[in-house]
Protein backbone atom coordinates (compact mmCIF):
# COMPACT_ATOMS: atom_id res chain seq x y z
CA UNK A 1 0.00 0.00 0.00
CA UNK A 2 1.39 3.76 -0.93
CA UNK A 3 2.07 5.96 1.99
CA UNK A 4 0.27 9.05 1.86
CA UNK A 5 1.51 12.08 3.24
CA UNK A 6 0.14 15.14 4.33
CA UNK A 7 1.60 18.48 4.29
CA UNK A 8 2.56 19.57 8.27
CA UNK A 9 1.03 22.52 10.27
CA UNK A 10 2.45 25.26 8.63
CA UNK A 11 1.63 28.64 9.33
CA UNK A 12 2.07 30.09 5.51
CA UNK A 13 -0.65 26.98 4.71
CA UNK A 14 -3.27 28.24 7.29
CA UNK A 15 -2.40 32.19 6.67
CA UNK A 16 -5.62 34.51 6.09
CA UNK A 17 -3.57 36.00 3.07
CA UNK A 18 -3.23 32.58 1.20
CA UNK A 19 -7.03 31.17 1.62
CA UNK A 20 -7.61 34.65 0.02
CA UNK A 21 -5.83 33.73 -2.74
CA UNK A 22 -6.80 30.02 -3.21
CA UNK A 23 -10.29 31.10 -2.31
CA UNK A 24 -10.06 33.40 -5.39
CA UNK A 25 -8.46 30.86 -7.90
CA UNK A 26 -11.39 28.27 -6.96
CA UNK A 27 -14.08 30.09 -7.28
CA UNK A 28 -15.24 28.34 -10.57
CA UNK A 29 -14.55 25.09 -8.90
CA UNK A 30 -11.25 24.97 -10.96
CA UNK A 31 -8.35 22.58 -8.82
CA UNK A 32 -5.03 24.43 -7.72
CA UNK A 33 -2.16 22.67 -5.69
CA UNK A 34 0.79 24.47 -4.12
CA UNK A 35 4.37 23.15 -5.47
CA UNK A 36 7.74 23.26 -5.70
CA UNK A 37 9.61 25.07 -2.70
CA UNK A 38 7.23 25.65 -0.55
CA UNK A 39 6.17 22.00 -0.34
CA UNK A 40 8.80 20.48 -0.30
CA UNK A 41 10.88 22.77 2.06
CA UNK A 42 7.74 22.77 4.41
CA UNK A 43 8.14 18.59 4.25
CA UNK A 44 11.56 18.98 5.35
CA UNK A 45 10.87 21.64 7.86
CA UNK A 46 13.10 24.45 6.32
CA UNK A 47 11.76 27.69 5.81
CA UNK A 48 9.78 29.26 3.27
CA UNK A 49 10.41 31.76 1.55
CA UNK A 50 8.11 32.06 -1.55
CA UNK A 51 4.90 30.26 -2.32
CA UNK A 52 4.16 28.68 -5.83
CA UNK A 53 1.23 27.80 -7.01
CA UNK A 54 -0.20 25.83 -9.86
CA UNK A 55 -3.34 25.97 -11.72
CA UNK A 56 -5.05 24.32 -14.91
CA UNK A 57 -6.67 28.05 -16.07
CA UNK A 58 -4.63 30.11 -18.56
CA UNK A 59 -2.82 33.28 -17.14
CA UNK A 60 -5.66 36.10 -18.49
CA UNK A 61 -8.55 33.59 -16.46
CA UNK A 62 -6.15 33.81 -13.25
CA UNK A 63 -5.96 37.31 -13.58
CA UNK A 64 -9.80 38.10 -13.82
CA UNK A 65 -10.28 35.63 -10.89
CA UNK A 66 -7.81 37.74 -8.60
CA UNK A 67 -9.54 40.83 -10.02
CA UNK A 68 -13.02 39.92 -9.52
CA UNK A 69 -11.58 39.21 -5.43
CA UNK A 70 -10.07 42.32 -5.28
CA UNK A 71 -6.60 40.87 -5.17
CA UNK A 72 -3.79 43.49 -7.21
CA UNK A 73 -1.91 41.23 -9.70
CA UNK A 74 1.55 41.63 -11.63
CA UNK A 75 2.31 40.51 -14.94
CA UNK A 76 5.78 40.61 -15.55
CA UNK A 77 5.85 36.88 -15.44
CA UNK A 78 3.33 36.67 -18.14
CA UNK A 79 5.76 35.29 -21.14
CA UNK A 80 6.16 32.20 -18.47
CA UNK A 81 2.39 31.39 -17.30
CA UNK A 82 3.46 33.19 -14.06
CA UNK A 83 0.68 35.83 -12.39
CA UNK A 84 2.07 37.09 -8.93
CA UNK A 85 -0.72 38.24 -6.74
CA UNK A 86 -0.40 40.46 -3.90
CA UNK A 87 -2.03 40.65 -0.61
CA UNK A 88 -0.93 42.87 2.04
CA UNK A 89 2.50 41.87 2.39
CA UNK A 90 2.76 38.62 1.23
CA UNK A 91 3.01 37.56 -2.37
CA UNK A 92 1.85 34.38 -5.09
CA UNK A 93 3.31 32.76 -7.84
CA UNK A 94 0.38 31.60 -9.83
CA UNK A 95 1.51 29.62 -12.82
CA UNK A 96 -0.83 27.51 -15.66
CA UNK A 97 -0.12 24.10 -15.75
CA UNK A 98 2.55 23.65 -18.35
CA UNK A 99 4.58 20.47 -20.80
CA UNK A 100 7.35 20.53 -22.80
CA UNK A 101 6.98 21.07 -26.23
CA UNK A 102 11.05 21.85 -27.56
CA UNK A 103 14.09 21.54 -25.51
CA UNK A 104 17.47 23.37 -26.43
CA UNK A 105 19.30 22.85 -23.14
CA UNK A 106 19.50 26.63 -22.05
CA UNK A 107 15.47 27.14 -22.28
CA UNK A 108 12.60 25.07 -22.82
CA UNK A 109 9.96 25.88 -24.98
CA UNK A 110 6.55 24.78 -23.05
CA UNK A 111 2.67 24.83 -24.06
CA UNK A 112 0.18 25.07 -21.95
CA UNK A 113 -1.87 21.80 -20.61
CA UNK A 114 -4.85 20.91 -17.76
CA UNK A 115 -2.65 17.80 -16.69
CA UNK A 116 -1.10 18.04 -13.39
CA UNK A 117 1.05 14.17 -14.37
CA UNK A 118 2.70 16.34 -17.78
CA UNK A 119 3.30 19.69 -15.34
CA UNK A 120 5.06 17.39 -13.00
CA UNK A 121 6.87 15.19 -15.41
CA UNK A 122 9.15 18.64 -16.92
CA UNK A 123 10.21 19.59 -13.56
CA UNK A 124 14.16 18.89 -12.80
CA UNK A 125 13.90 16.56 -9.49
CA UNK A 126 11.86 13.95 -7.84
CA UNK A 127 11.82 15.97 -4.26
CA UNK A 128 10.50 19.34 -6.58
CA UNK A 129 7.64 17.40 -8.14
CA UNK A 130 5.81 17.18 -5.08
CA UNK A 131 2.24 19.18 -4.87
CA UNK A 132 -0.28 19.85 -2.34
CA UNK A 133 -4.08 20.66 -2.33
CA UNK A 134 -5.10 23.64 -0.49
CA UNK A 135 -6.14 20.80 2.49
CA UNK A 136 -2.78 19.53 2.68
CA UNK A 137 -2.44 16.42 0.93
CA UNK A 138 -0.09 15.54 -0.89
CA UNK A 139 0.63 14.38 -4.75
CA UNK A 140 3.84 12.54 -5.19
CA UNK A 141 3.89 10.79 -8.78
CA UNK A 142 7.56 10.08 -8.67
CA UNK A 143 8.74 9.52 -5.33
CA UNK A 144 9.72 12.63 -4.03
CA UNK A 145 8.85 12.44 -0.76
CA UNK A 146 10.61 9.09 -0.12
CA UNK A 147 13.87 10.65 -1.91
CA UNK A 148 13.42 13.87 0.85
CA UNK A 149 12.99 11.57 3.57
CA UNK A 150 16.30 9.68 2.55
CA UNK A 151 18.09 12.49 1.50
CA UNK A 152 18.58 11.51 -2.15
CA UNK A 153 18.33 14.38 -4.83
CA UNK A 154 18.02 12.55 -8.08
CA UNK A 155 16.60 13.84 -11.67
CA UNK A 156 12.81 12.96 -12.69
CA UNK A 157 13.45 9.65 -15.46
CA UNK A 158 16.66 9.23 -16.81
CA UNK A 159 18.97 12.49 -15.69
CA UNK A 160 20.73 12.80 -18.82
CA UNK A 161 17.60 13.69 -20.83
CA UNK A 162 16.39 16.23 -18.20
CA UNK A 163 19.95 18.03 -18.37
CA UNK A 164 19.82 18.40 -21.96
CA UNK A 165 16.57 19.51 -21.33
CA UNK A 166 18.72 22.65 -19.72
CA UNK A 167 21.60 22.55 -18.51
CA UNK A 168 21.76 24.47 -15.51
CA UNK A 169 19.94 21.85 -14.26
CA UNK A 170 23.87 20.73 -13.58
CA UNK A 171 24.60 23.60 -11.43
CA UNK A 172 20.74 22.86 -9.62
CA UNK A 173 21.67 19.25 -8.99
CA UNK A 174 25.29 20.37 -6.54
CA UNK A 175 22.74 22.93 -4.82
CA UNK A 176 19.74 20.94 -4.21
CA UNK A 177 22.38 18.54 -2.80
CA UNK A 178 23.91 20.49 -0.52
CA UNK A 179 20.75 21.66 0.64
CA UNK A 180 18.73 18.35 1.10
CA UNK A 181 21.36 15.31 0.46
CA UNK A 182 22.66 13.09 2.58
CA UNK A 183 24.97 10.24 2.34
CA UNK A 184 26.28 9.23 -1.13
CA UNK A 185 25.63 11.32 -3.95
CA UNK A 186 23.40 9.99 -6.77
CA UNK A 187 25.80 8.19 -9.23
CA UNK A 188 23.66 8.32 -12.55
CA UNK A 189 23.02 11.75 -11.58
CA UNK A 190 27.26 12.49 -11.60
CA UNK A 191 27.65 10.31 -14.63
CA UNK A 192 25.15 12.90 -16.28
CA UNK A 193 26.55 15.55 -15.12
CA UNK A 194 30.43 14.97 -16.18
CA UNK A 195 29.39 14.36 -19.22
CA UNK A 196 27.70 17.22 -19.78
CA UNK A 197 29.90 19.59 -17.75
CA UNK A 198 31.29 21.01 -21.19
CA UNK A 199 27.75 22.27 -21.92
CA UNK A 200 27.77 24.89 -19.46
CA UNK A 201 29.58 27.37 -21.78
CA UNK A 202 26.15 27.14 -23.86
CA UNK A 203 24.31 29.48 -20.91
CA UNK A 204 24.60 32.85 -20.17
CA UNK A 205 27.31 34.07 -17.66
CA UNK A 206 24.15 35.76 -15.63
CA UNK A 207 22.64 32.67 -15.24
CA UNK A 208 26.02 30.55 -13.78
CA UNK A 209 26.76 33.35 -12.15
CA UNK A 210 23.44 33.53 -9.97
CA UNK A 211 23.20 29.48 -9.61
CA UNK A 212 26.47 29.59 -8.73
CA UNK A 213 26.34 32.26 -5.91
CA UNK A 214 23.81 30.24 -4.88
CA UNK A 215 25.69 27.32 -4.33
CA UNK A 216 28.05 28.95 -2.05
CA UNK A 217 25.38 29.52 0.57
CA UNK A 218 24.27 25.85 0.97
CA UNK A 219 25.43 24.06 4.02
CA UNK A 220 29.23 22.67 3.62
CA UNK A 221 29.73 24.59 0.55
CA UNK A 222 33.23 22.98 0.23
CA UNK A 223 31.96 19.69 0.01
CA UNK A 224 29.80 20.59 -3.18
CA UNK A 225 32.68 22.24 -4.73
CA UNK A 226 35.00 19.34 -4.32
CA UNK A 227 31.51 17.02 -5.75
CA UNK A 228 31.66 19.29 -8.70
CA UNK A 229 35.54 19.53 -9.31
CA UNK A 230 35.12 15.02 -9.32
CA UNK A 231 32.68 16.08 -11.87
CA UNK A 232 34.31 18.27 -14.16
CA UNK A 233 32.06 20.83 -13.55
CA UNK A 234 33.67 23.55 -11.12
CA UNK A 235 36.46 24.23 -14.01
CA UNK A 236 33.41 25.03 -16.45
CA UNK A 237 32.27 27.79 -13.69
CA UNK A 238 35.73 28.90 -12.40
CA UNK A 239 38.80 28.43 -15.08
CA UNK A 240 41.42 28.43 -12.31
CA UNK A 241 42.37 26.21 -9.70
CA UNK A 242 40.53 26.92 -6.49
CA UNK A 243 41.44 26.64 -2.83
CA UNK A 244 38.67 24.38 -1.41
CA UNK A 245 40.33 23.79 1.73
CA UNK A 246 40.28 28.19 1.84
CA UNK A 247 36.64 27.42 1.45
CA UNK A 248 35.90 25.15 4.10
CA UNK A 249 37.86 27.25 6.90
CA UNK A 250 35.78 30.16 6.28
CA UNK A 251 32.79 28.37 6.20
CA UNK A 252 33.52 26.78 9.47
CA UNK A 253 34.44 29.99 10.93
CA UNK A 254 31.26 31.13 10.26
CA UNK A 255 28.88 28.29 11.22
CA UNK A 256 31.03 26.66 14.05
CA UNK A 257 33.71 28.07 15.53
CA UNK A 258 32.81 31.54 15.96
CA UNK A 259 29.45 32.54 17.87
CA UNK A 260 29.37 36.05 17.05
CA UNK A 261 26.47 38.43 16.02
CA UNK A 262 27.14 39.44 12.35
CA UNK A 263 29.25 36.88 11.41
CA UNK A 264 27.17 34.82 9.06
CA UNK A 265 28.22 32.91 5.58
CA UNK A 266 28.57 35.45 2.86
CA UNK A 267 28.19 34.08 -0.89
CA UNK A 268 31.05 36.52 -2.01
CA UNK A 269 33.03 35.91 0.74
CA UNK A 270 32.97 32.42 -0.08
CA UNK A 271 34.22 33.55 -3.79
CA UNK A 272 37.17 35.17 -2.58
CA UNK A 273 38.36 32.18 -0.48
CA UNK A 274 37.57 30.00 -3.17
CA UNK A 275 39.28 32.15 -5.84
CA UNK A 276 42.48 33.20 -4.10
CA UNK A 277 44.67 36.33 -3.91
CA UNK A 278 45.02 38.54 -7.40
CA UNK A 279 43.05 41.19 -8.84
CA UNK A 280 42.90 39.98 -12.11
CA UNK A 281 41.48 36.89 -11.48
CA UNK A 282 38.70 38.63 -9.34
CA UNK A 283 37.81 40.78 -12.01
CA UNK A 284 38.14 37.97 -14.42
CA UNK A 285 35.49 36.01 -12.51
CA UNK A 286 33.37 39.09 -11.56
CA UNK A 287 32.88 39.19 -15.47
CA UNK A 288 32.43 35.68 -15.78
CA UNK A 289 29.72 35.05 -13.51
CA UNK A 290 28.11 38.55 -14.24
CA UNK A 291 28.17 39.64 -10.86
CA UNK A 292 26.45 43.25 -10.55
CA UNK A 293 28.47 46.17 -9.41
CA UNK A 294 28.62 46.19 -5.57
CA UNK A 295 29.33 42.10 -5.79
CA UNK A 296 32.52 43.07 -7.79
CA UNK A 297 33.89 45.47 -6.00
CA UNK A 298 33.62 43.27 -2.87
CA UNK A 299 35.25 40.33 -4.83
CA UNK A 300 38.41 42.86 -5.59
CA UNK A 301 38.77 44.28 -2.38
CA UNK A 302 38.62 40.84 -0.54
CA UNK A 303 41.16 39.85 -3.35
CA UNK A 304 44.02 42.50 -3.37
CA UNK A 305 46.47 41.43 -1.29
CA UNK A 306 47.40 44.88 0.48
CA UNK A 307 44.12 45.00 1.28
CA UNK A 308 44.78 41.89 4.67
CA UNK A 309 43.35 42.90 7.70
CA UNK A 310 44.98 40.71 10.53
CA UNK A 311 46.35 40.13 13.84
CA UNK A 312 49.86 40.49 13.02
CA UNK A 313 49.31 44.27 12.37
CA UNK A 314 50.08 46.95 14.48
CA UNK A 315 46.74 48.20 15.53
CA UNK A 316 46.96 51.58 14.28
CA UNK A 317 47.01 49.72 10.92
CA UNK A 318 44.04 47.70 11.76
CA UNK A 319 42.47 50.79 12.61
CA UNK A 320 43.00 52.38 8.62
CA UNK A 321 41.63 49.19 7.28
CA UNK A 322 38.30 49.11 9.26
CA UNK A 323 37.90 52.74 8.80
CA UNK A 324 39.27 52.27 4.78
CA UNK A 325 36.82 49.69 3.64
CA UNK A 326 33.94 49.36 6.31
CA UNK A 327 33.11 47.47 9.00
CA UNK A 328 31.26 44.74 6.72
CA UNK A 329 34.11 44.57 4.38
CA UNK A 330 36.44 44.44 7.79
CA UNK A 331 35.08 41.42 9.03
CA UNK A 332 35.14 39.70 5.20
CA UNK A 333 38.76 40.49 5.76
CA UNK A 334 39.56 39.18 8.96
CA UNK A 335 37.79 35.66 8.32
CA UNK A 336 39.70 34.77 5.07
CA UNK A 337 43.14 35.95 6.99
CA UNK A 338 42.10 33.77 9.76
CA UNK A 339 40.67 30.92 7.51
CA UNK A 340 44.32 30.99 5.38
CA UNK A 341 46.25 30.78 8.62
CA UNK A 342 43.91 27.47 9.72
CA UNK A 343 44.48 26.18 5.57
CA UNK A 344 48.16 25.62 6.83
CA UNK A 345 48.04 25.01 9.95
CA UNK A 346 44.66 24.41 11.85
CA UNK A 347 46.25 24.12 14.99
CA UNK A 348 47.92 26.93 15.31
CA UNK A 349 45.75 29.12 14.36
CA UNK A 350 43.58 28.00 16.89
CA UNK A 351 45.75 28.84 19.25
CA UNK A 352 44.97 32.54 18.13
CA UNK A 353 41.61 32.77 18.66
CA UNK A 354 41.58 35.32 21.38
CA UNK A 355 43.46 37.03 19.22
CA UNK A 356 41.03 37.17 16.15
CA UNK A 357 37.41 37.49 18.50
CA UNK A 358 39.12 40.41 19.78
CA UNK A 359 39.60 41.78 16.11
CA UNK A 360 36.42 40.42 15.08
CA UNK A 361 34.68 42.24 17.51
CA UNK A 362 36.84 45.49 16.55
CA UNK A 363 35.47 45.71 12.95
CA UNK A 364 31.87 44.83 14.64
CA UNK A 365 31.57 47.35 17.33
CA UNK A 366 34.38 50.13 16.52
CA UNK A 367 32.79 53.21 14.78
CA UNK A 368 35.62 55.07 12.80
CA UNK A 369 35.24 58.07 13.09
CA UNK A 370 35.03 61.25 10.92
CA UNK A 371 38.14 63.32 10.14
CA UNK A 372 37.36 67.08 11.69
CA UNK A 373 38.11 69.34 9.07
CA UNK A 374 37.36 69.47 5.58
CA UNK A 375 38.85 71.04 2.19
CA UNK A 376 37.29 74.06 3.14
CA UNK A 377 39.60 74.79 5.97
CA UNK A 378 42.45 74.23 3.45
CA UNK A 379 41.33 77.07 1.23
CA UNK A 380 40.69 79.46 4.47
CA UNK A 381 44.40 79.00 5.05
CA UNK A 382 45.12 80.65 1.50
CA UNK A 383 45.55 77.86 -0.28
CA UNK A 384 44.60 78.09 -4.23
CA UNK A 385 41.83 75.50 -5.23
CA UNK A 386 43.41 72.44 -7.08
CA UNK A 387 45.52 69.48 -6.42
CA UNK A 388 47.14 71.22 -3.48
CA UNK A 389 43.94 71.20 -1.78
CA UNK A 390 43.75 67.65 -1.09
CA UNK A 391 46.94 67.10 -1.12
CA UNK A 392 47.23 68.79 1.80
CA UNK A 393 44.11 67.26 3.45
CA UNK A 394 45.30 63.79 2.55
CA UNK A 395 48.75 64.78 4.40
CA UNK A 396 46.74 65.83 7.65
CA UNK A 397 44.36 63.34 7.61
CA UNK A 398 47.94 60.16 7.74
CA UNK A 399 49.12 62.15 10.60
CA UNK A 400 45.38 62.40 12.42
CA UNK A 401 45.44 58.07 11.61
CA UNK A 402 49.14 57.77 13.38
CA UNK A 403 47.79 59.77 15.79
CA UNK A 404 45.29 56.93 16.59
CA UNK A 405 42.25 59.38 15.64
CA UNK A 406 42.28 61.14 18.93
CA UNK A 407 43.16 64.39 17.77
CA UNK A 408 40.31 66.58 18.12
CA UNK A 409 39.30 69.33 15.35
CA UNK A 410 41.75 72.22 16.89
CA UNK A 411 44.37 70.06 17.07
CA UNK A 412 44.28 68.98 13.61
CA UNK A 413 43.71 72.61 12.38
CA UNK A 414 46.82 73.50 14.37
CA UNK A 415 48.72 70.53 12.38
CA UNK A 416 46.63 72.22 9.55
CA UNK A 417 48.64 75.58 9.48
CA UNK A 418 52.05 73.64 9.77
CA UNK A 419 51.27 71.46 7.05
CA UNK A 420 50.81 74.20 4.77
CA UNK A 421 53.68 76.28 6.05
CA UNK A 422 55.77 73.34 4.99
CA UNK A 423 53.94 73.17 2.01
CA UNK A 424 54.87 76.67 0.79
CA UNK A 425 58.88 76.33 2.06
CA UNK A 426 59.27 73.12 0.66
CA UNK A 427 57.31 74.50 -2.82
CA UNK A 428 57.63 77.86 -2.96
CA UNK A 429 53.73 77.91 -3.56
CA UNK A 430 53.64 75.64 -6.61
CA UNK A 431 51.19 72.34 -6.75
CA UNK A 432 53.54 69.90 -6.06
CA UNK A 433 52.92 66.98 -4.01
CA UNK A 434 54.40 66.82 -0.50
CA UNK A 435 56.20 63.50 0.01
CA UNK A 436 55.71 63.87 3.54
CA UNK A 437 54.09 60.81 5.49
CA UNK A 438 53.67 59.51 9.11
CA UNK A 439 53.72 55.78 10.72
Known amino acids: MTKKYRLPDVDWLSAASTKVVIDSLQNDGTEVRFIGGCVRNSLARKPVTDIDIATPDRPERVIELLSLAGIKSVTTGLQHGTVKAIVGKSSFDITTLRQDAETYGRHAKVVFCDNWLEDAKRRDFTINSISASPSGTIFDPFGGVSDLENGCVKFIGKASERITEDYLRILRF ?14 EAMTACRAHATKLQNLSNERIGTEFLKILLVPEPDKICVQMRNANVLKSVLTQNCN ?21 P ?16 ASHTAKRLCLSRKQREQLITLAKPENQLSVNLSQNLKLQKIRR ?35 LRQCID ?12 VLNLGVQPGTAVGTILADVEAWWESEGYNPKRTSCLRQLELTVKKFDTLNKGSEIKLGIRYH
Open 174 to 187: FRFHGLFGRGPINE
Open 244 to 264: IRHLRMVSWLETEFVDMERIA
Open 266 to 281: DDIRHLAALIGRGHNY
Open 325 to 359: HGNERAIDLVLLAWAGELAQSKRASIKGKDDYIRL
Open 366 to 377: WTPPTFPISGTD
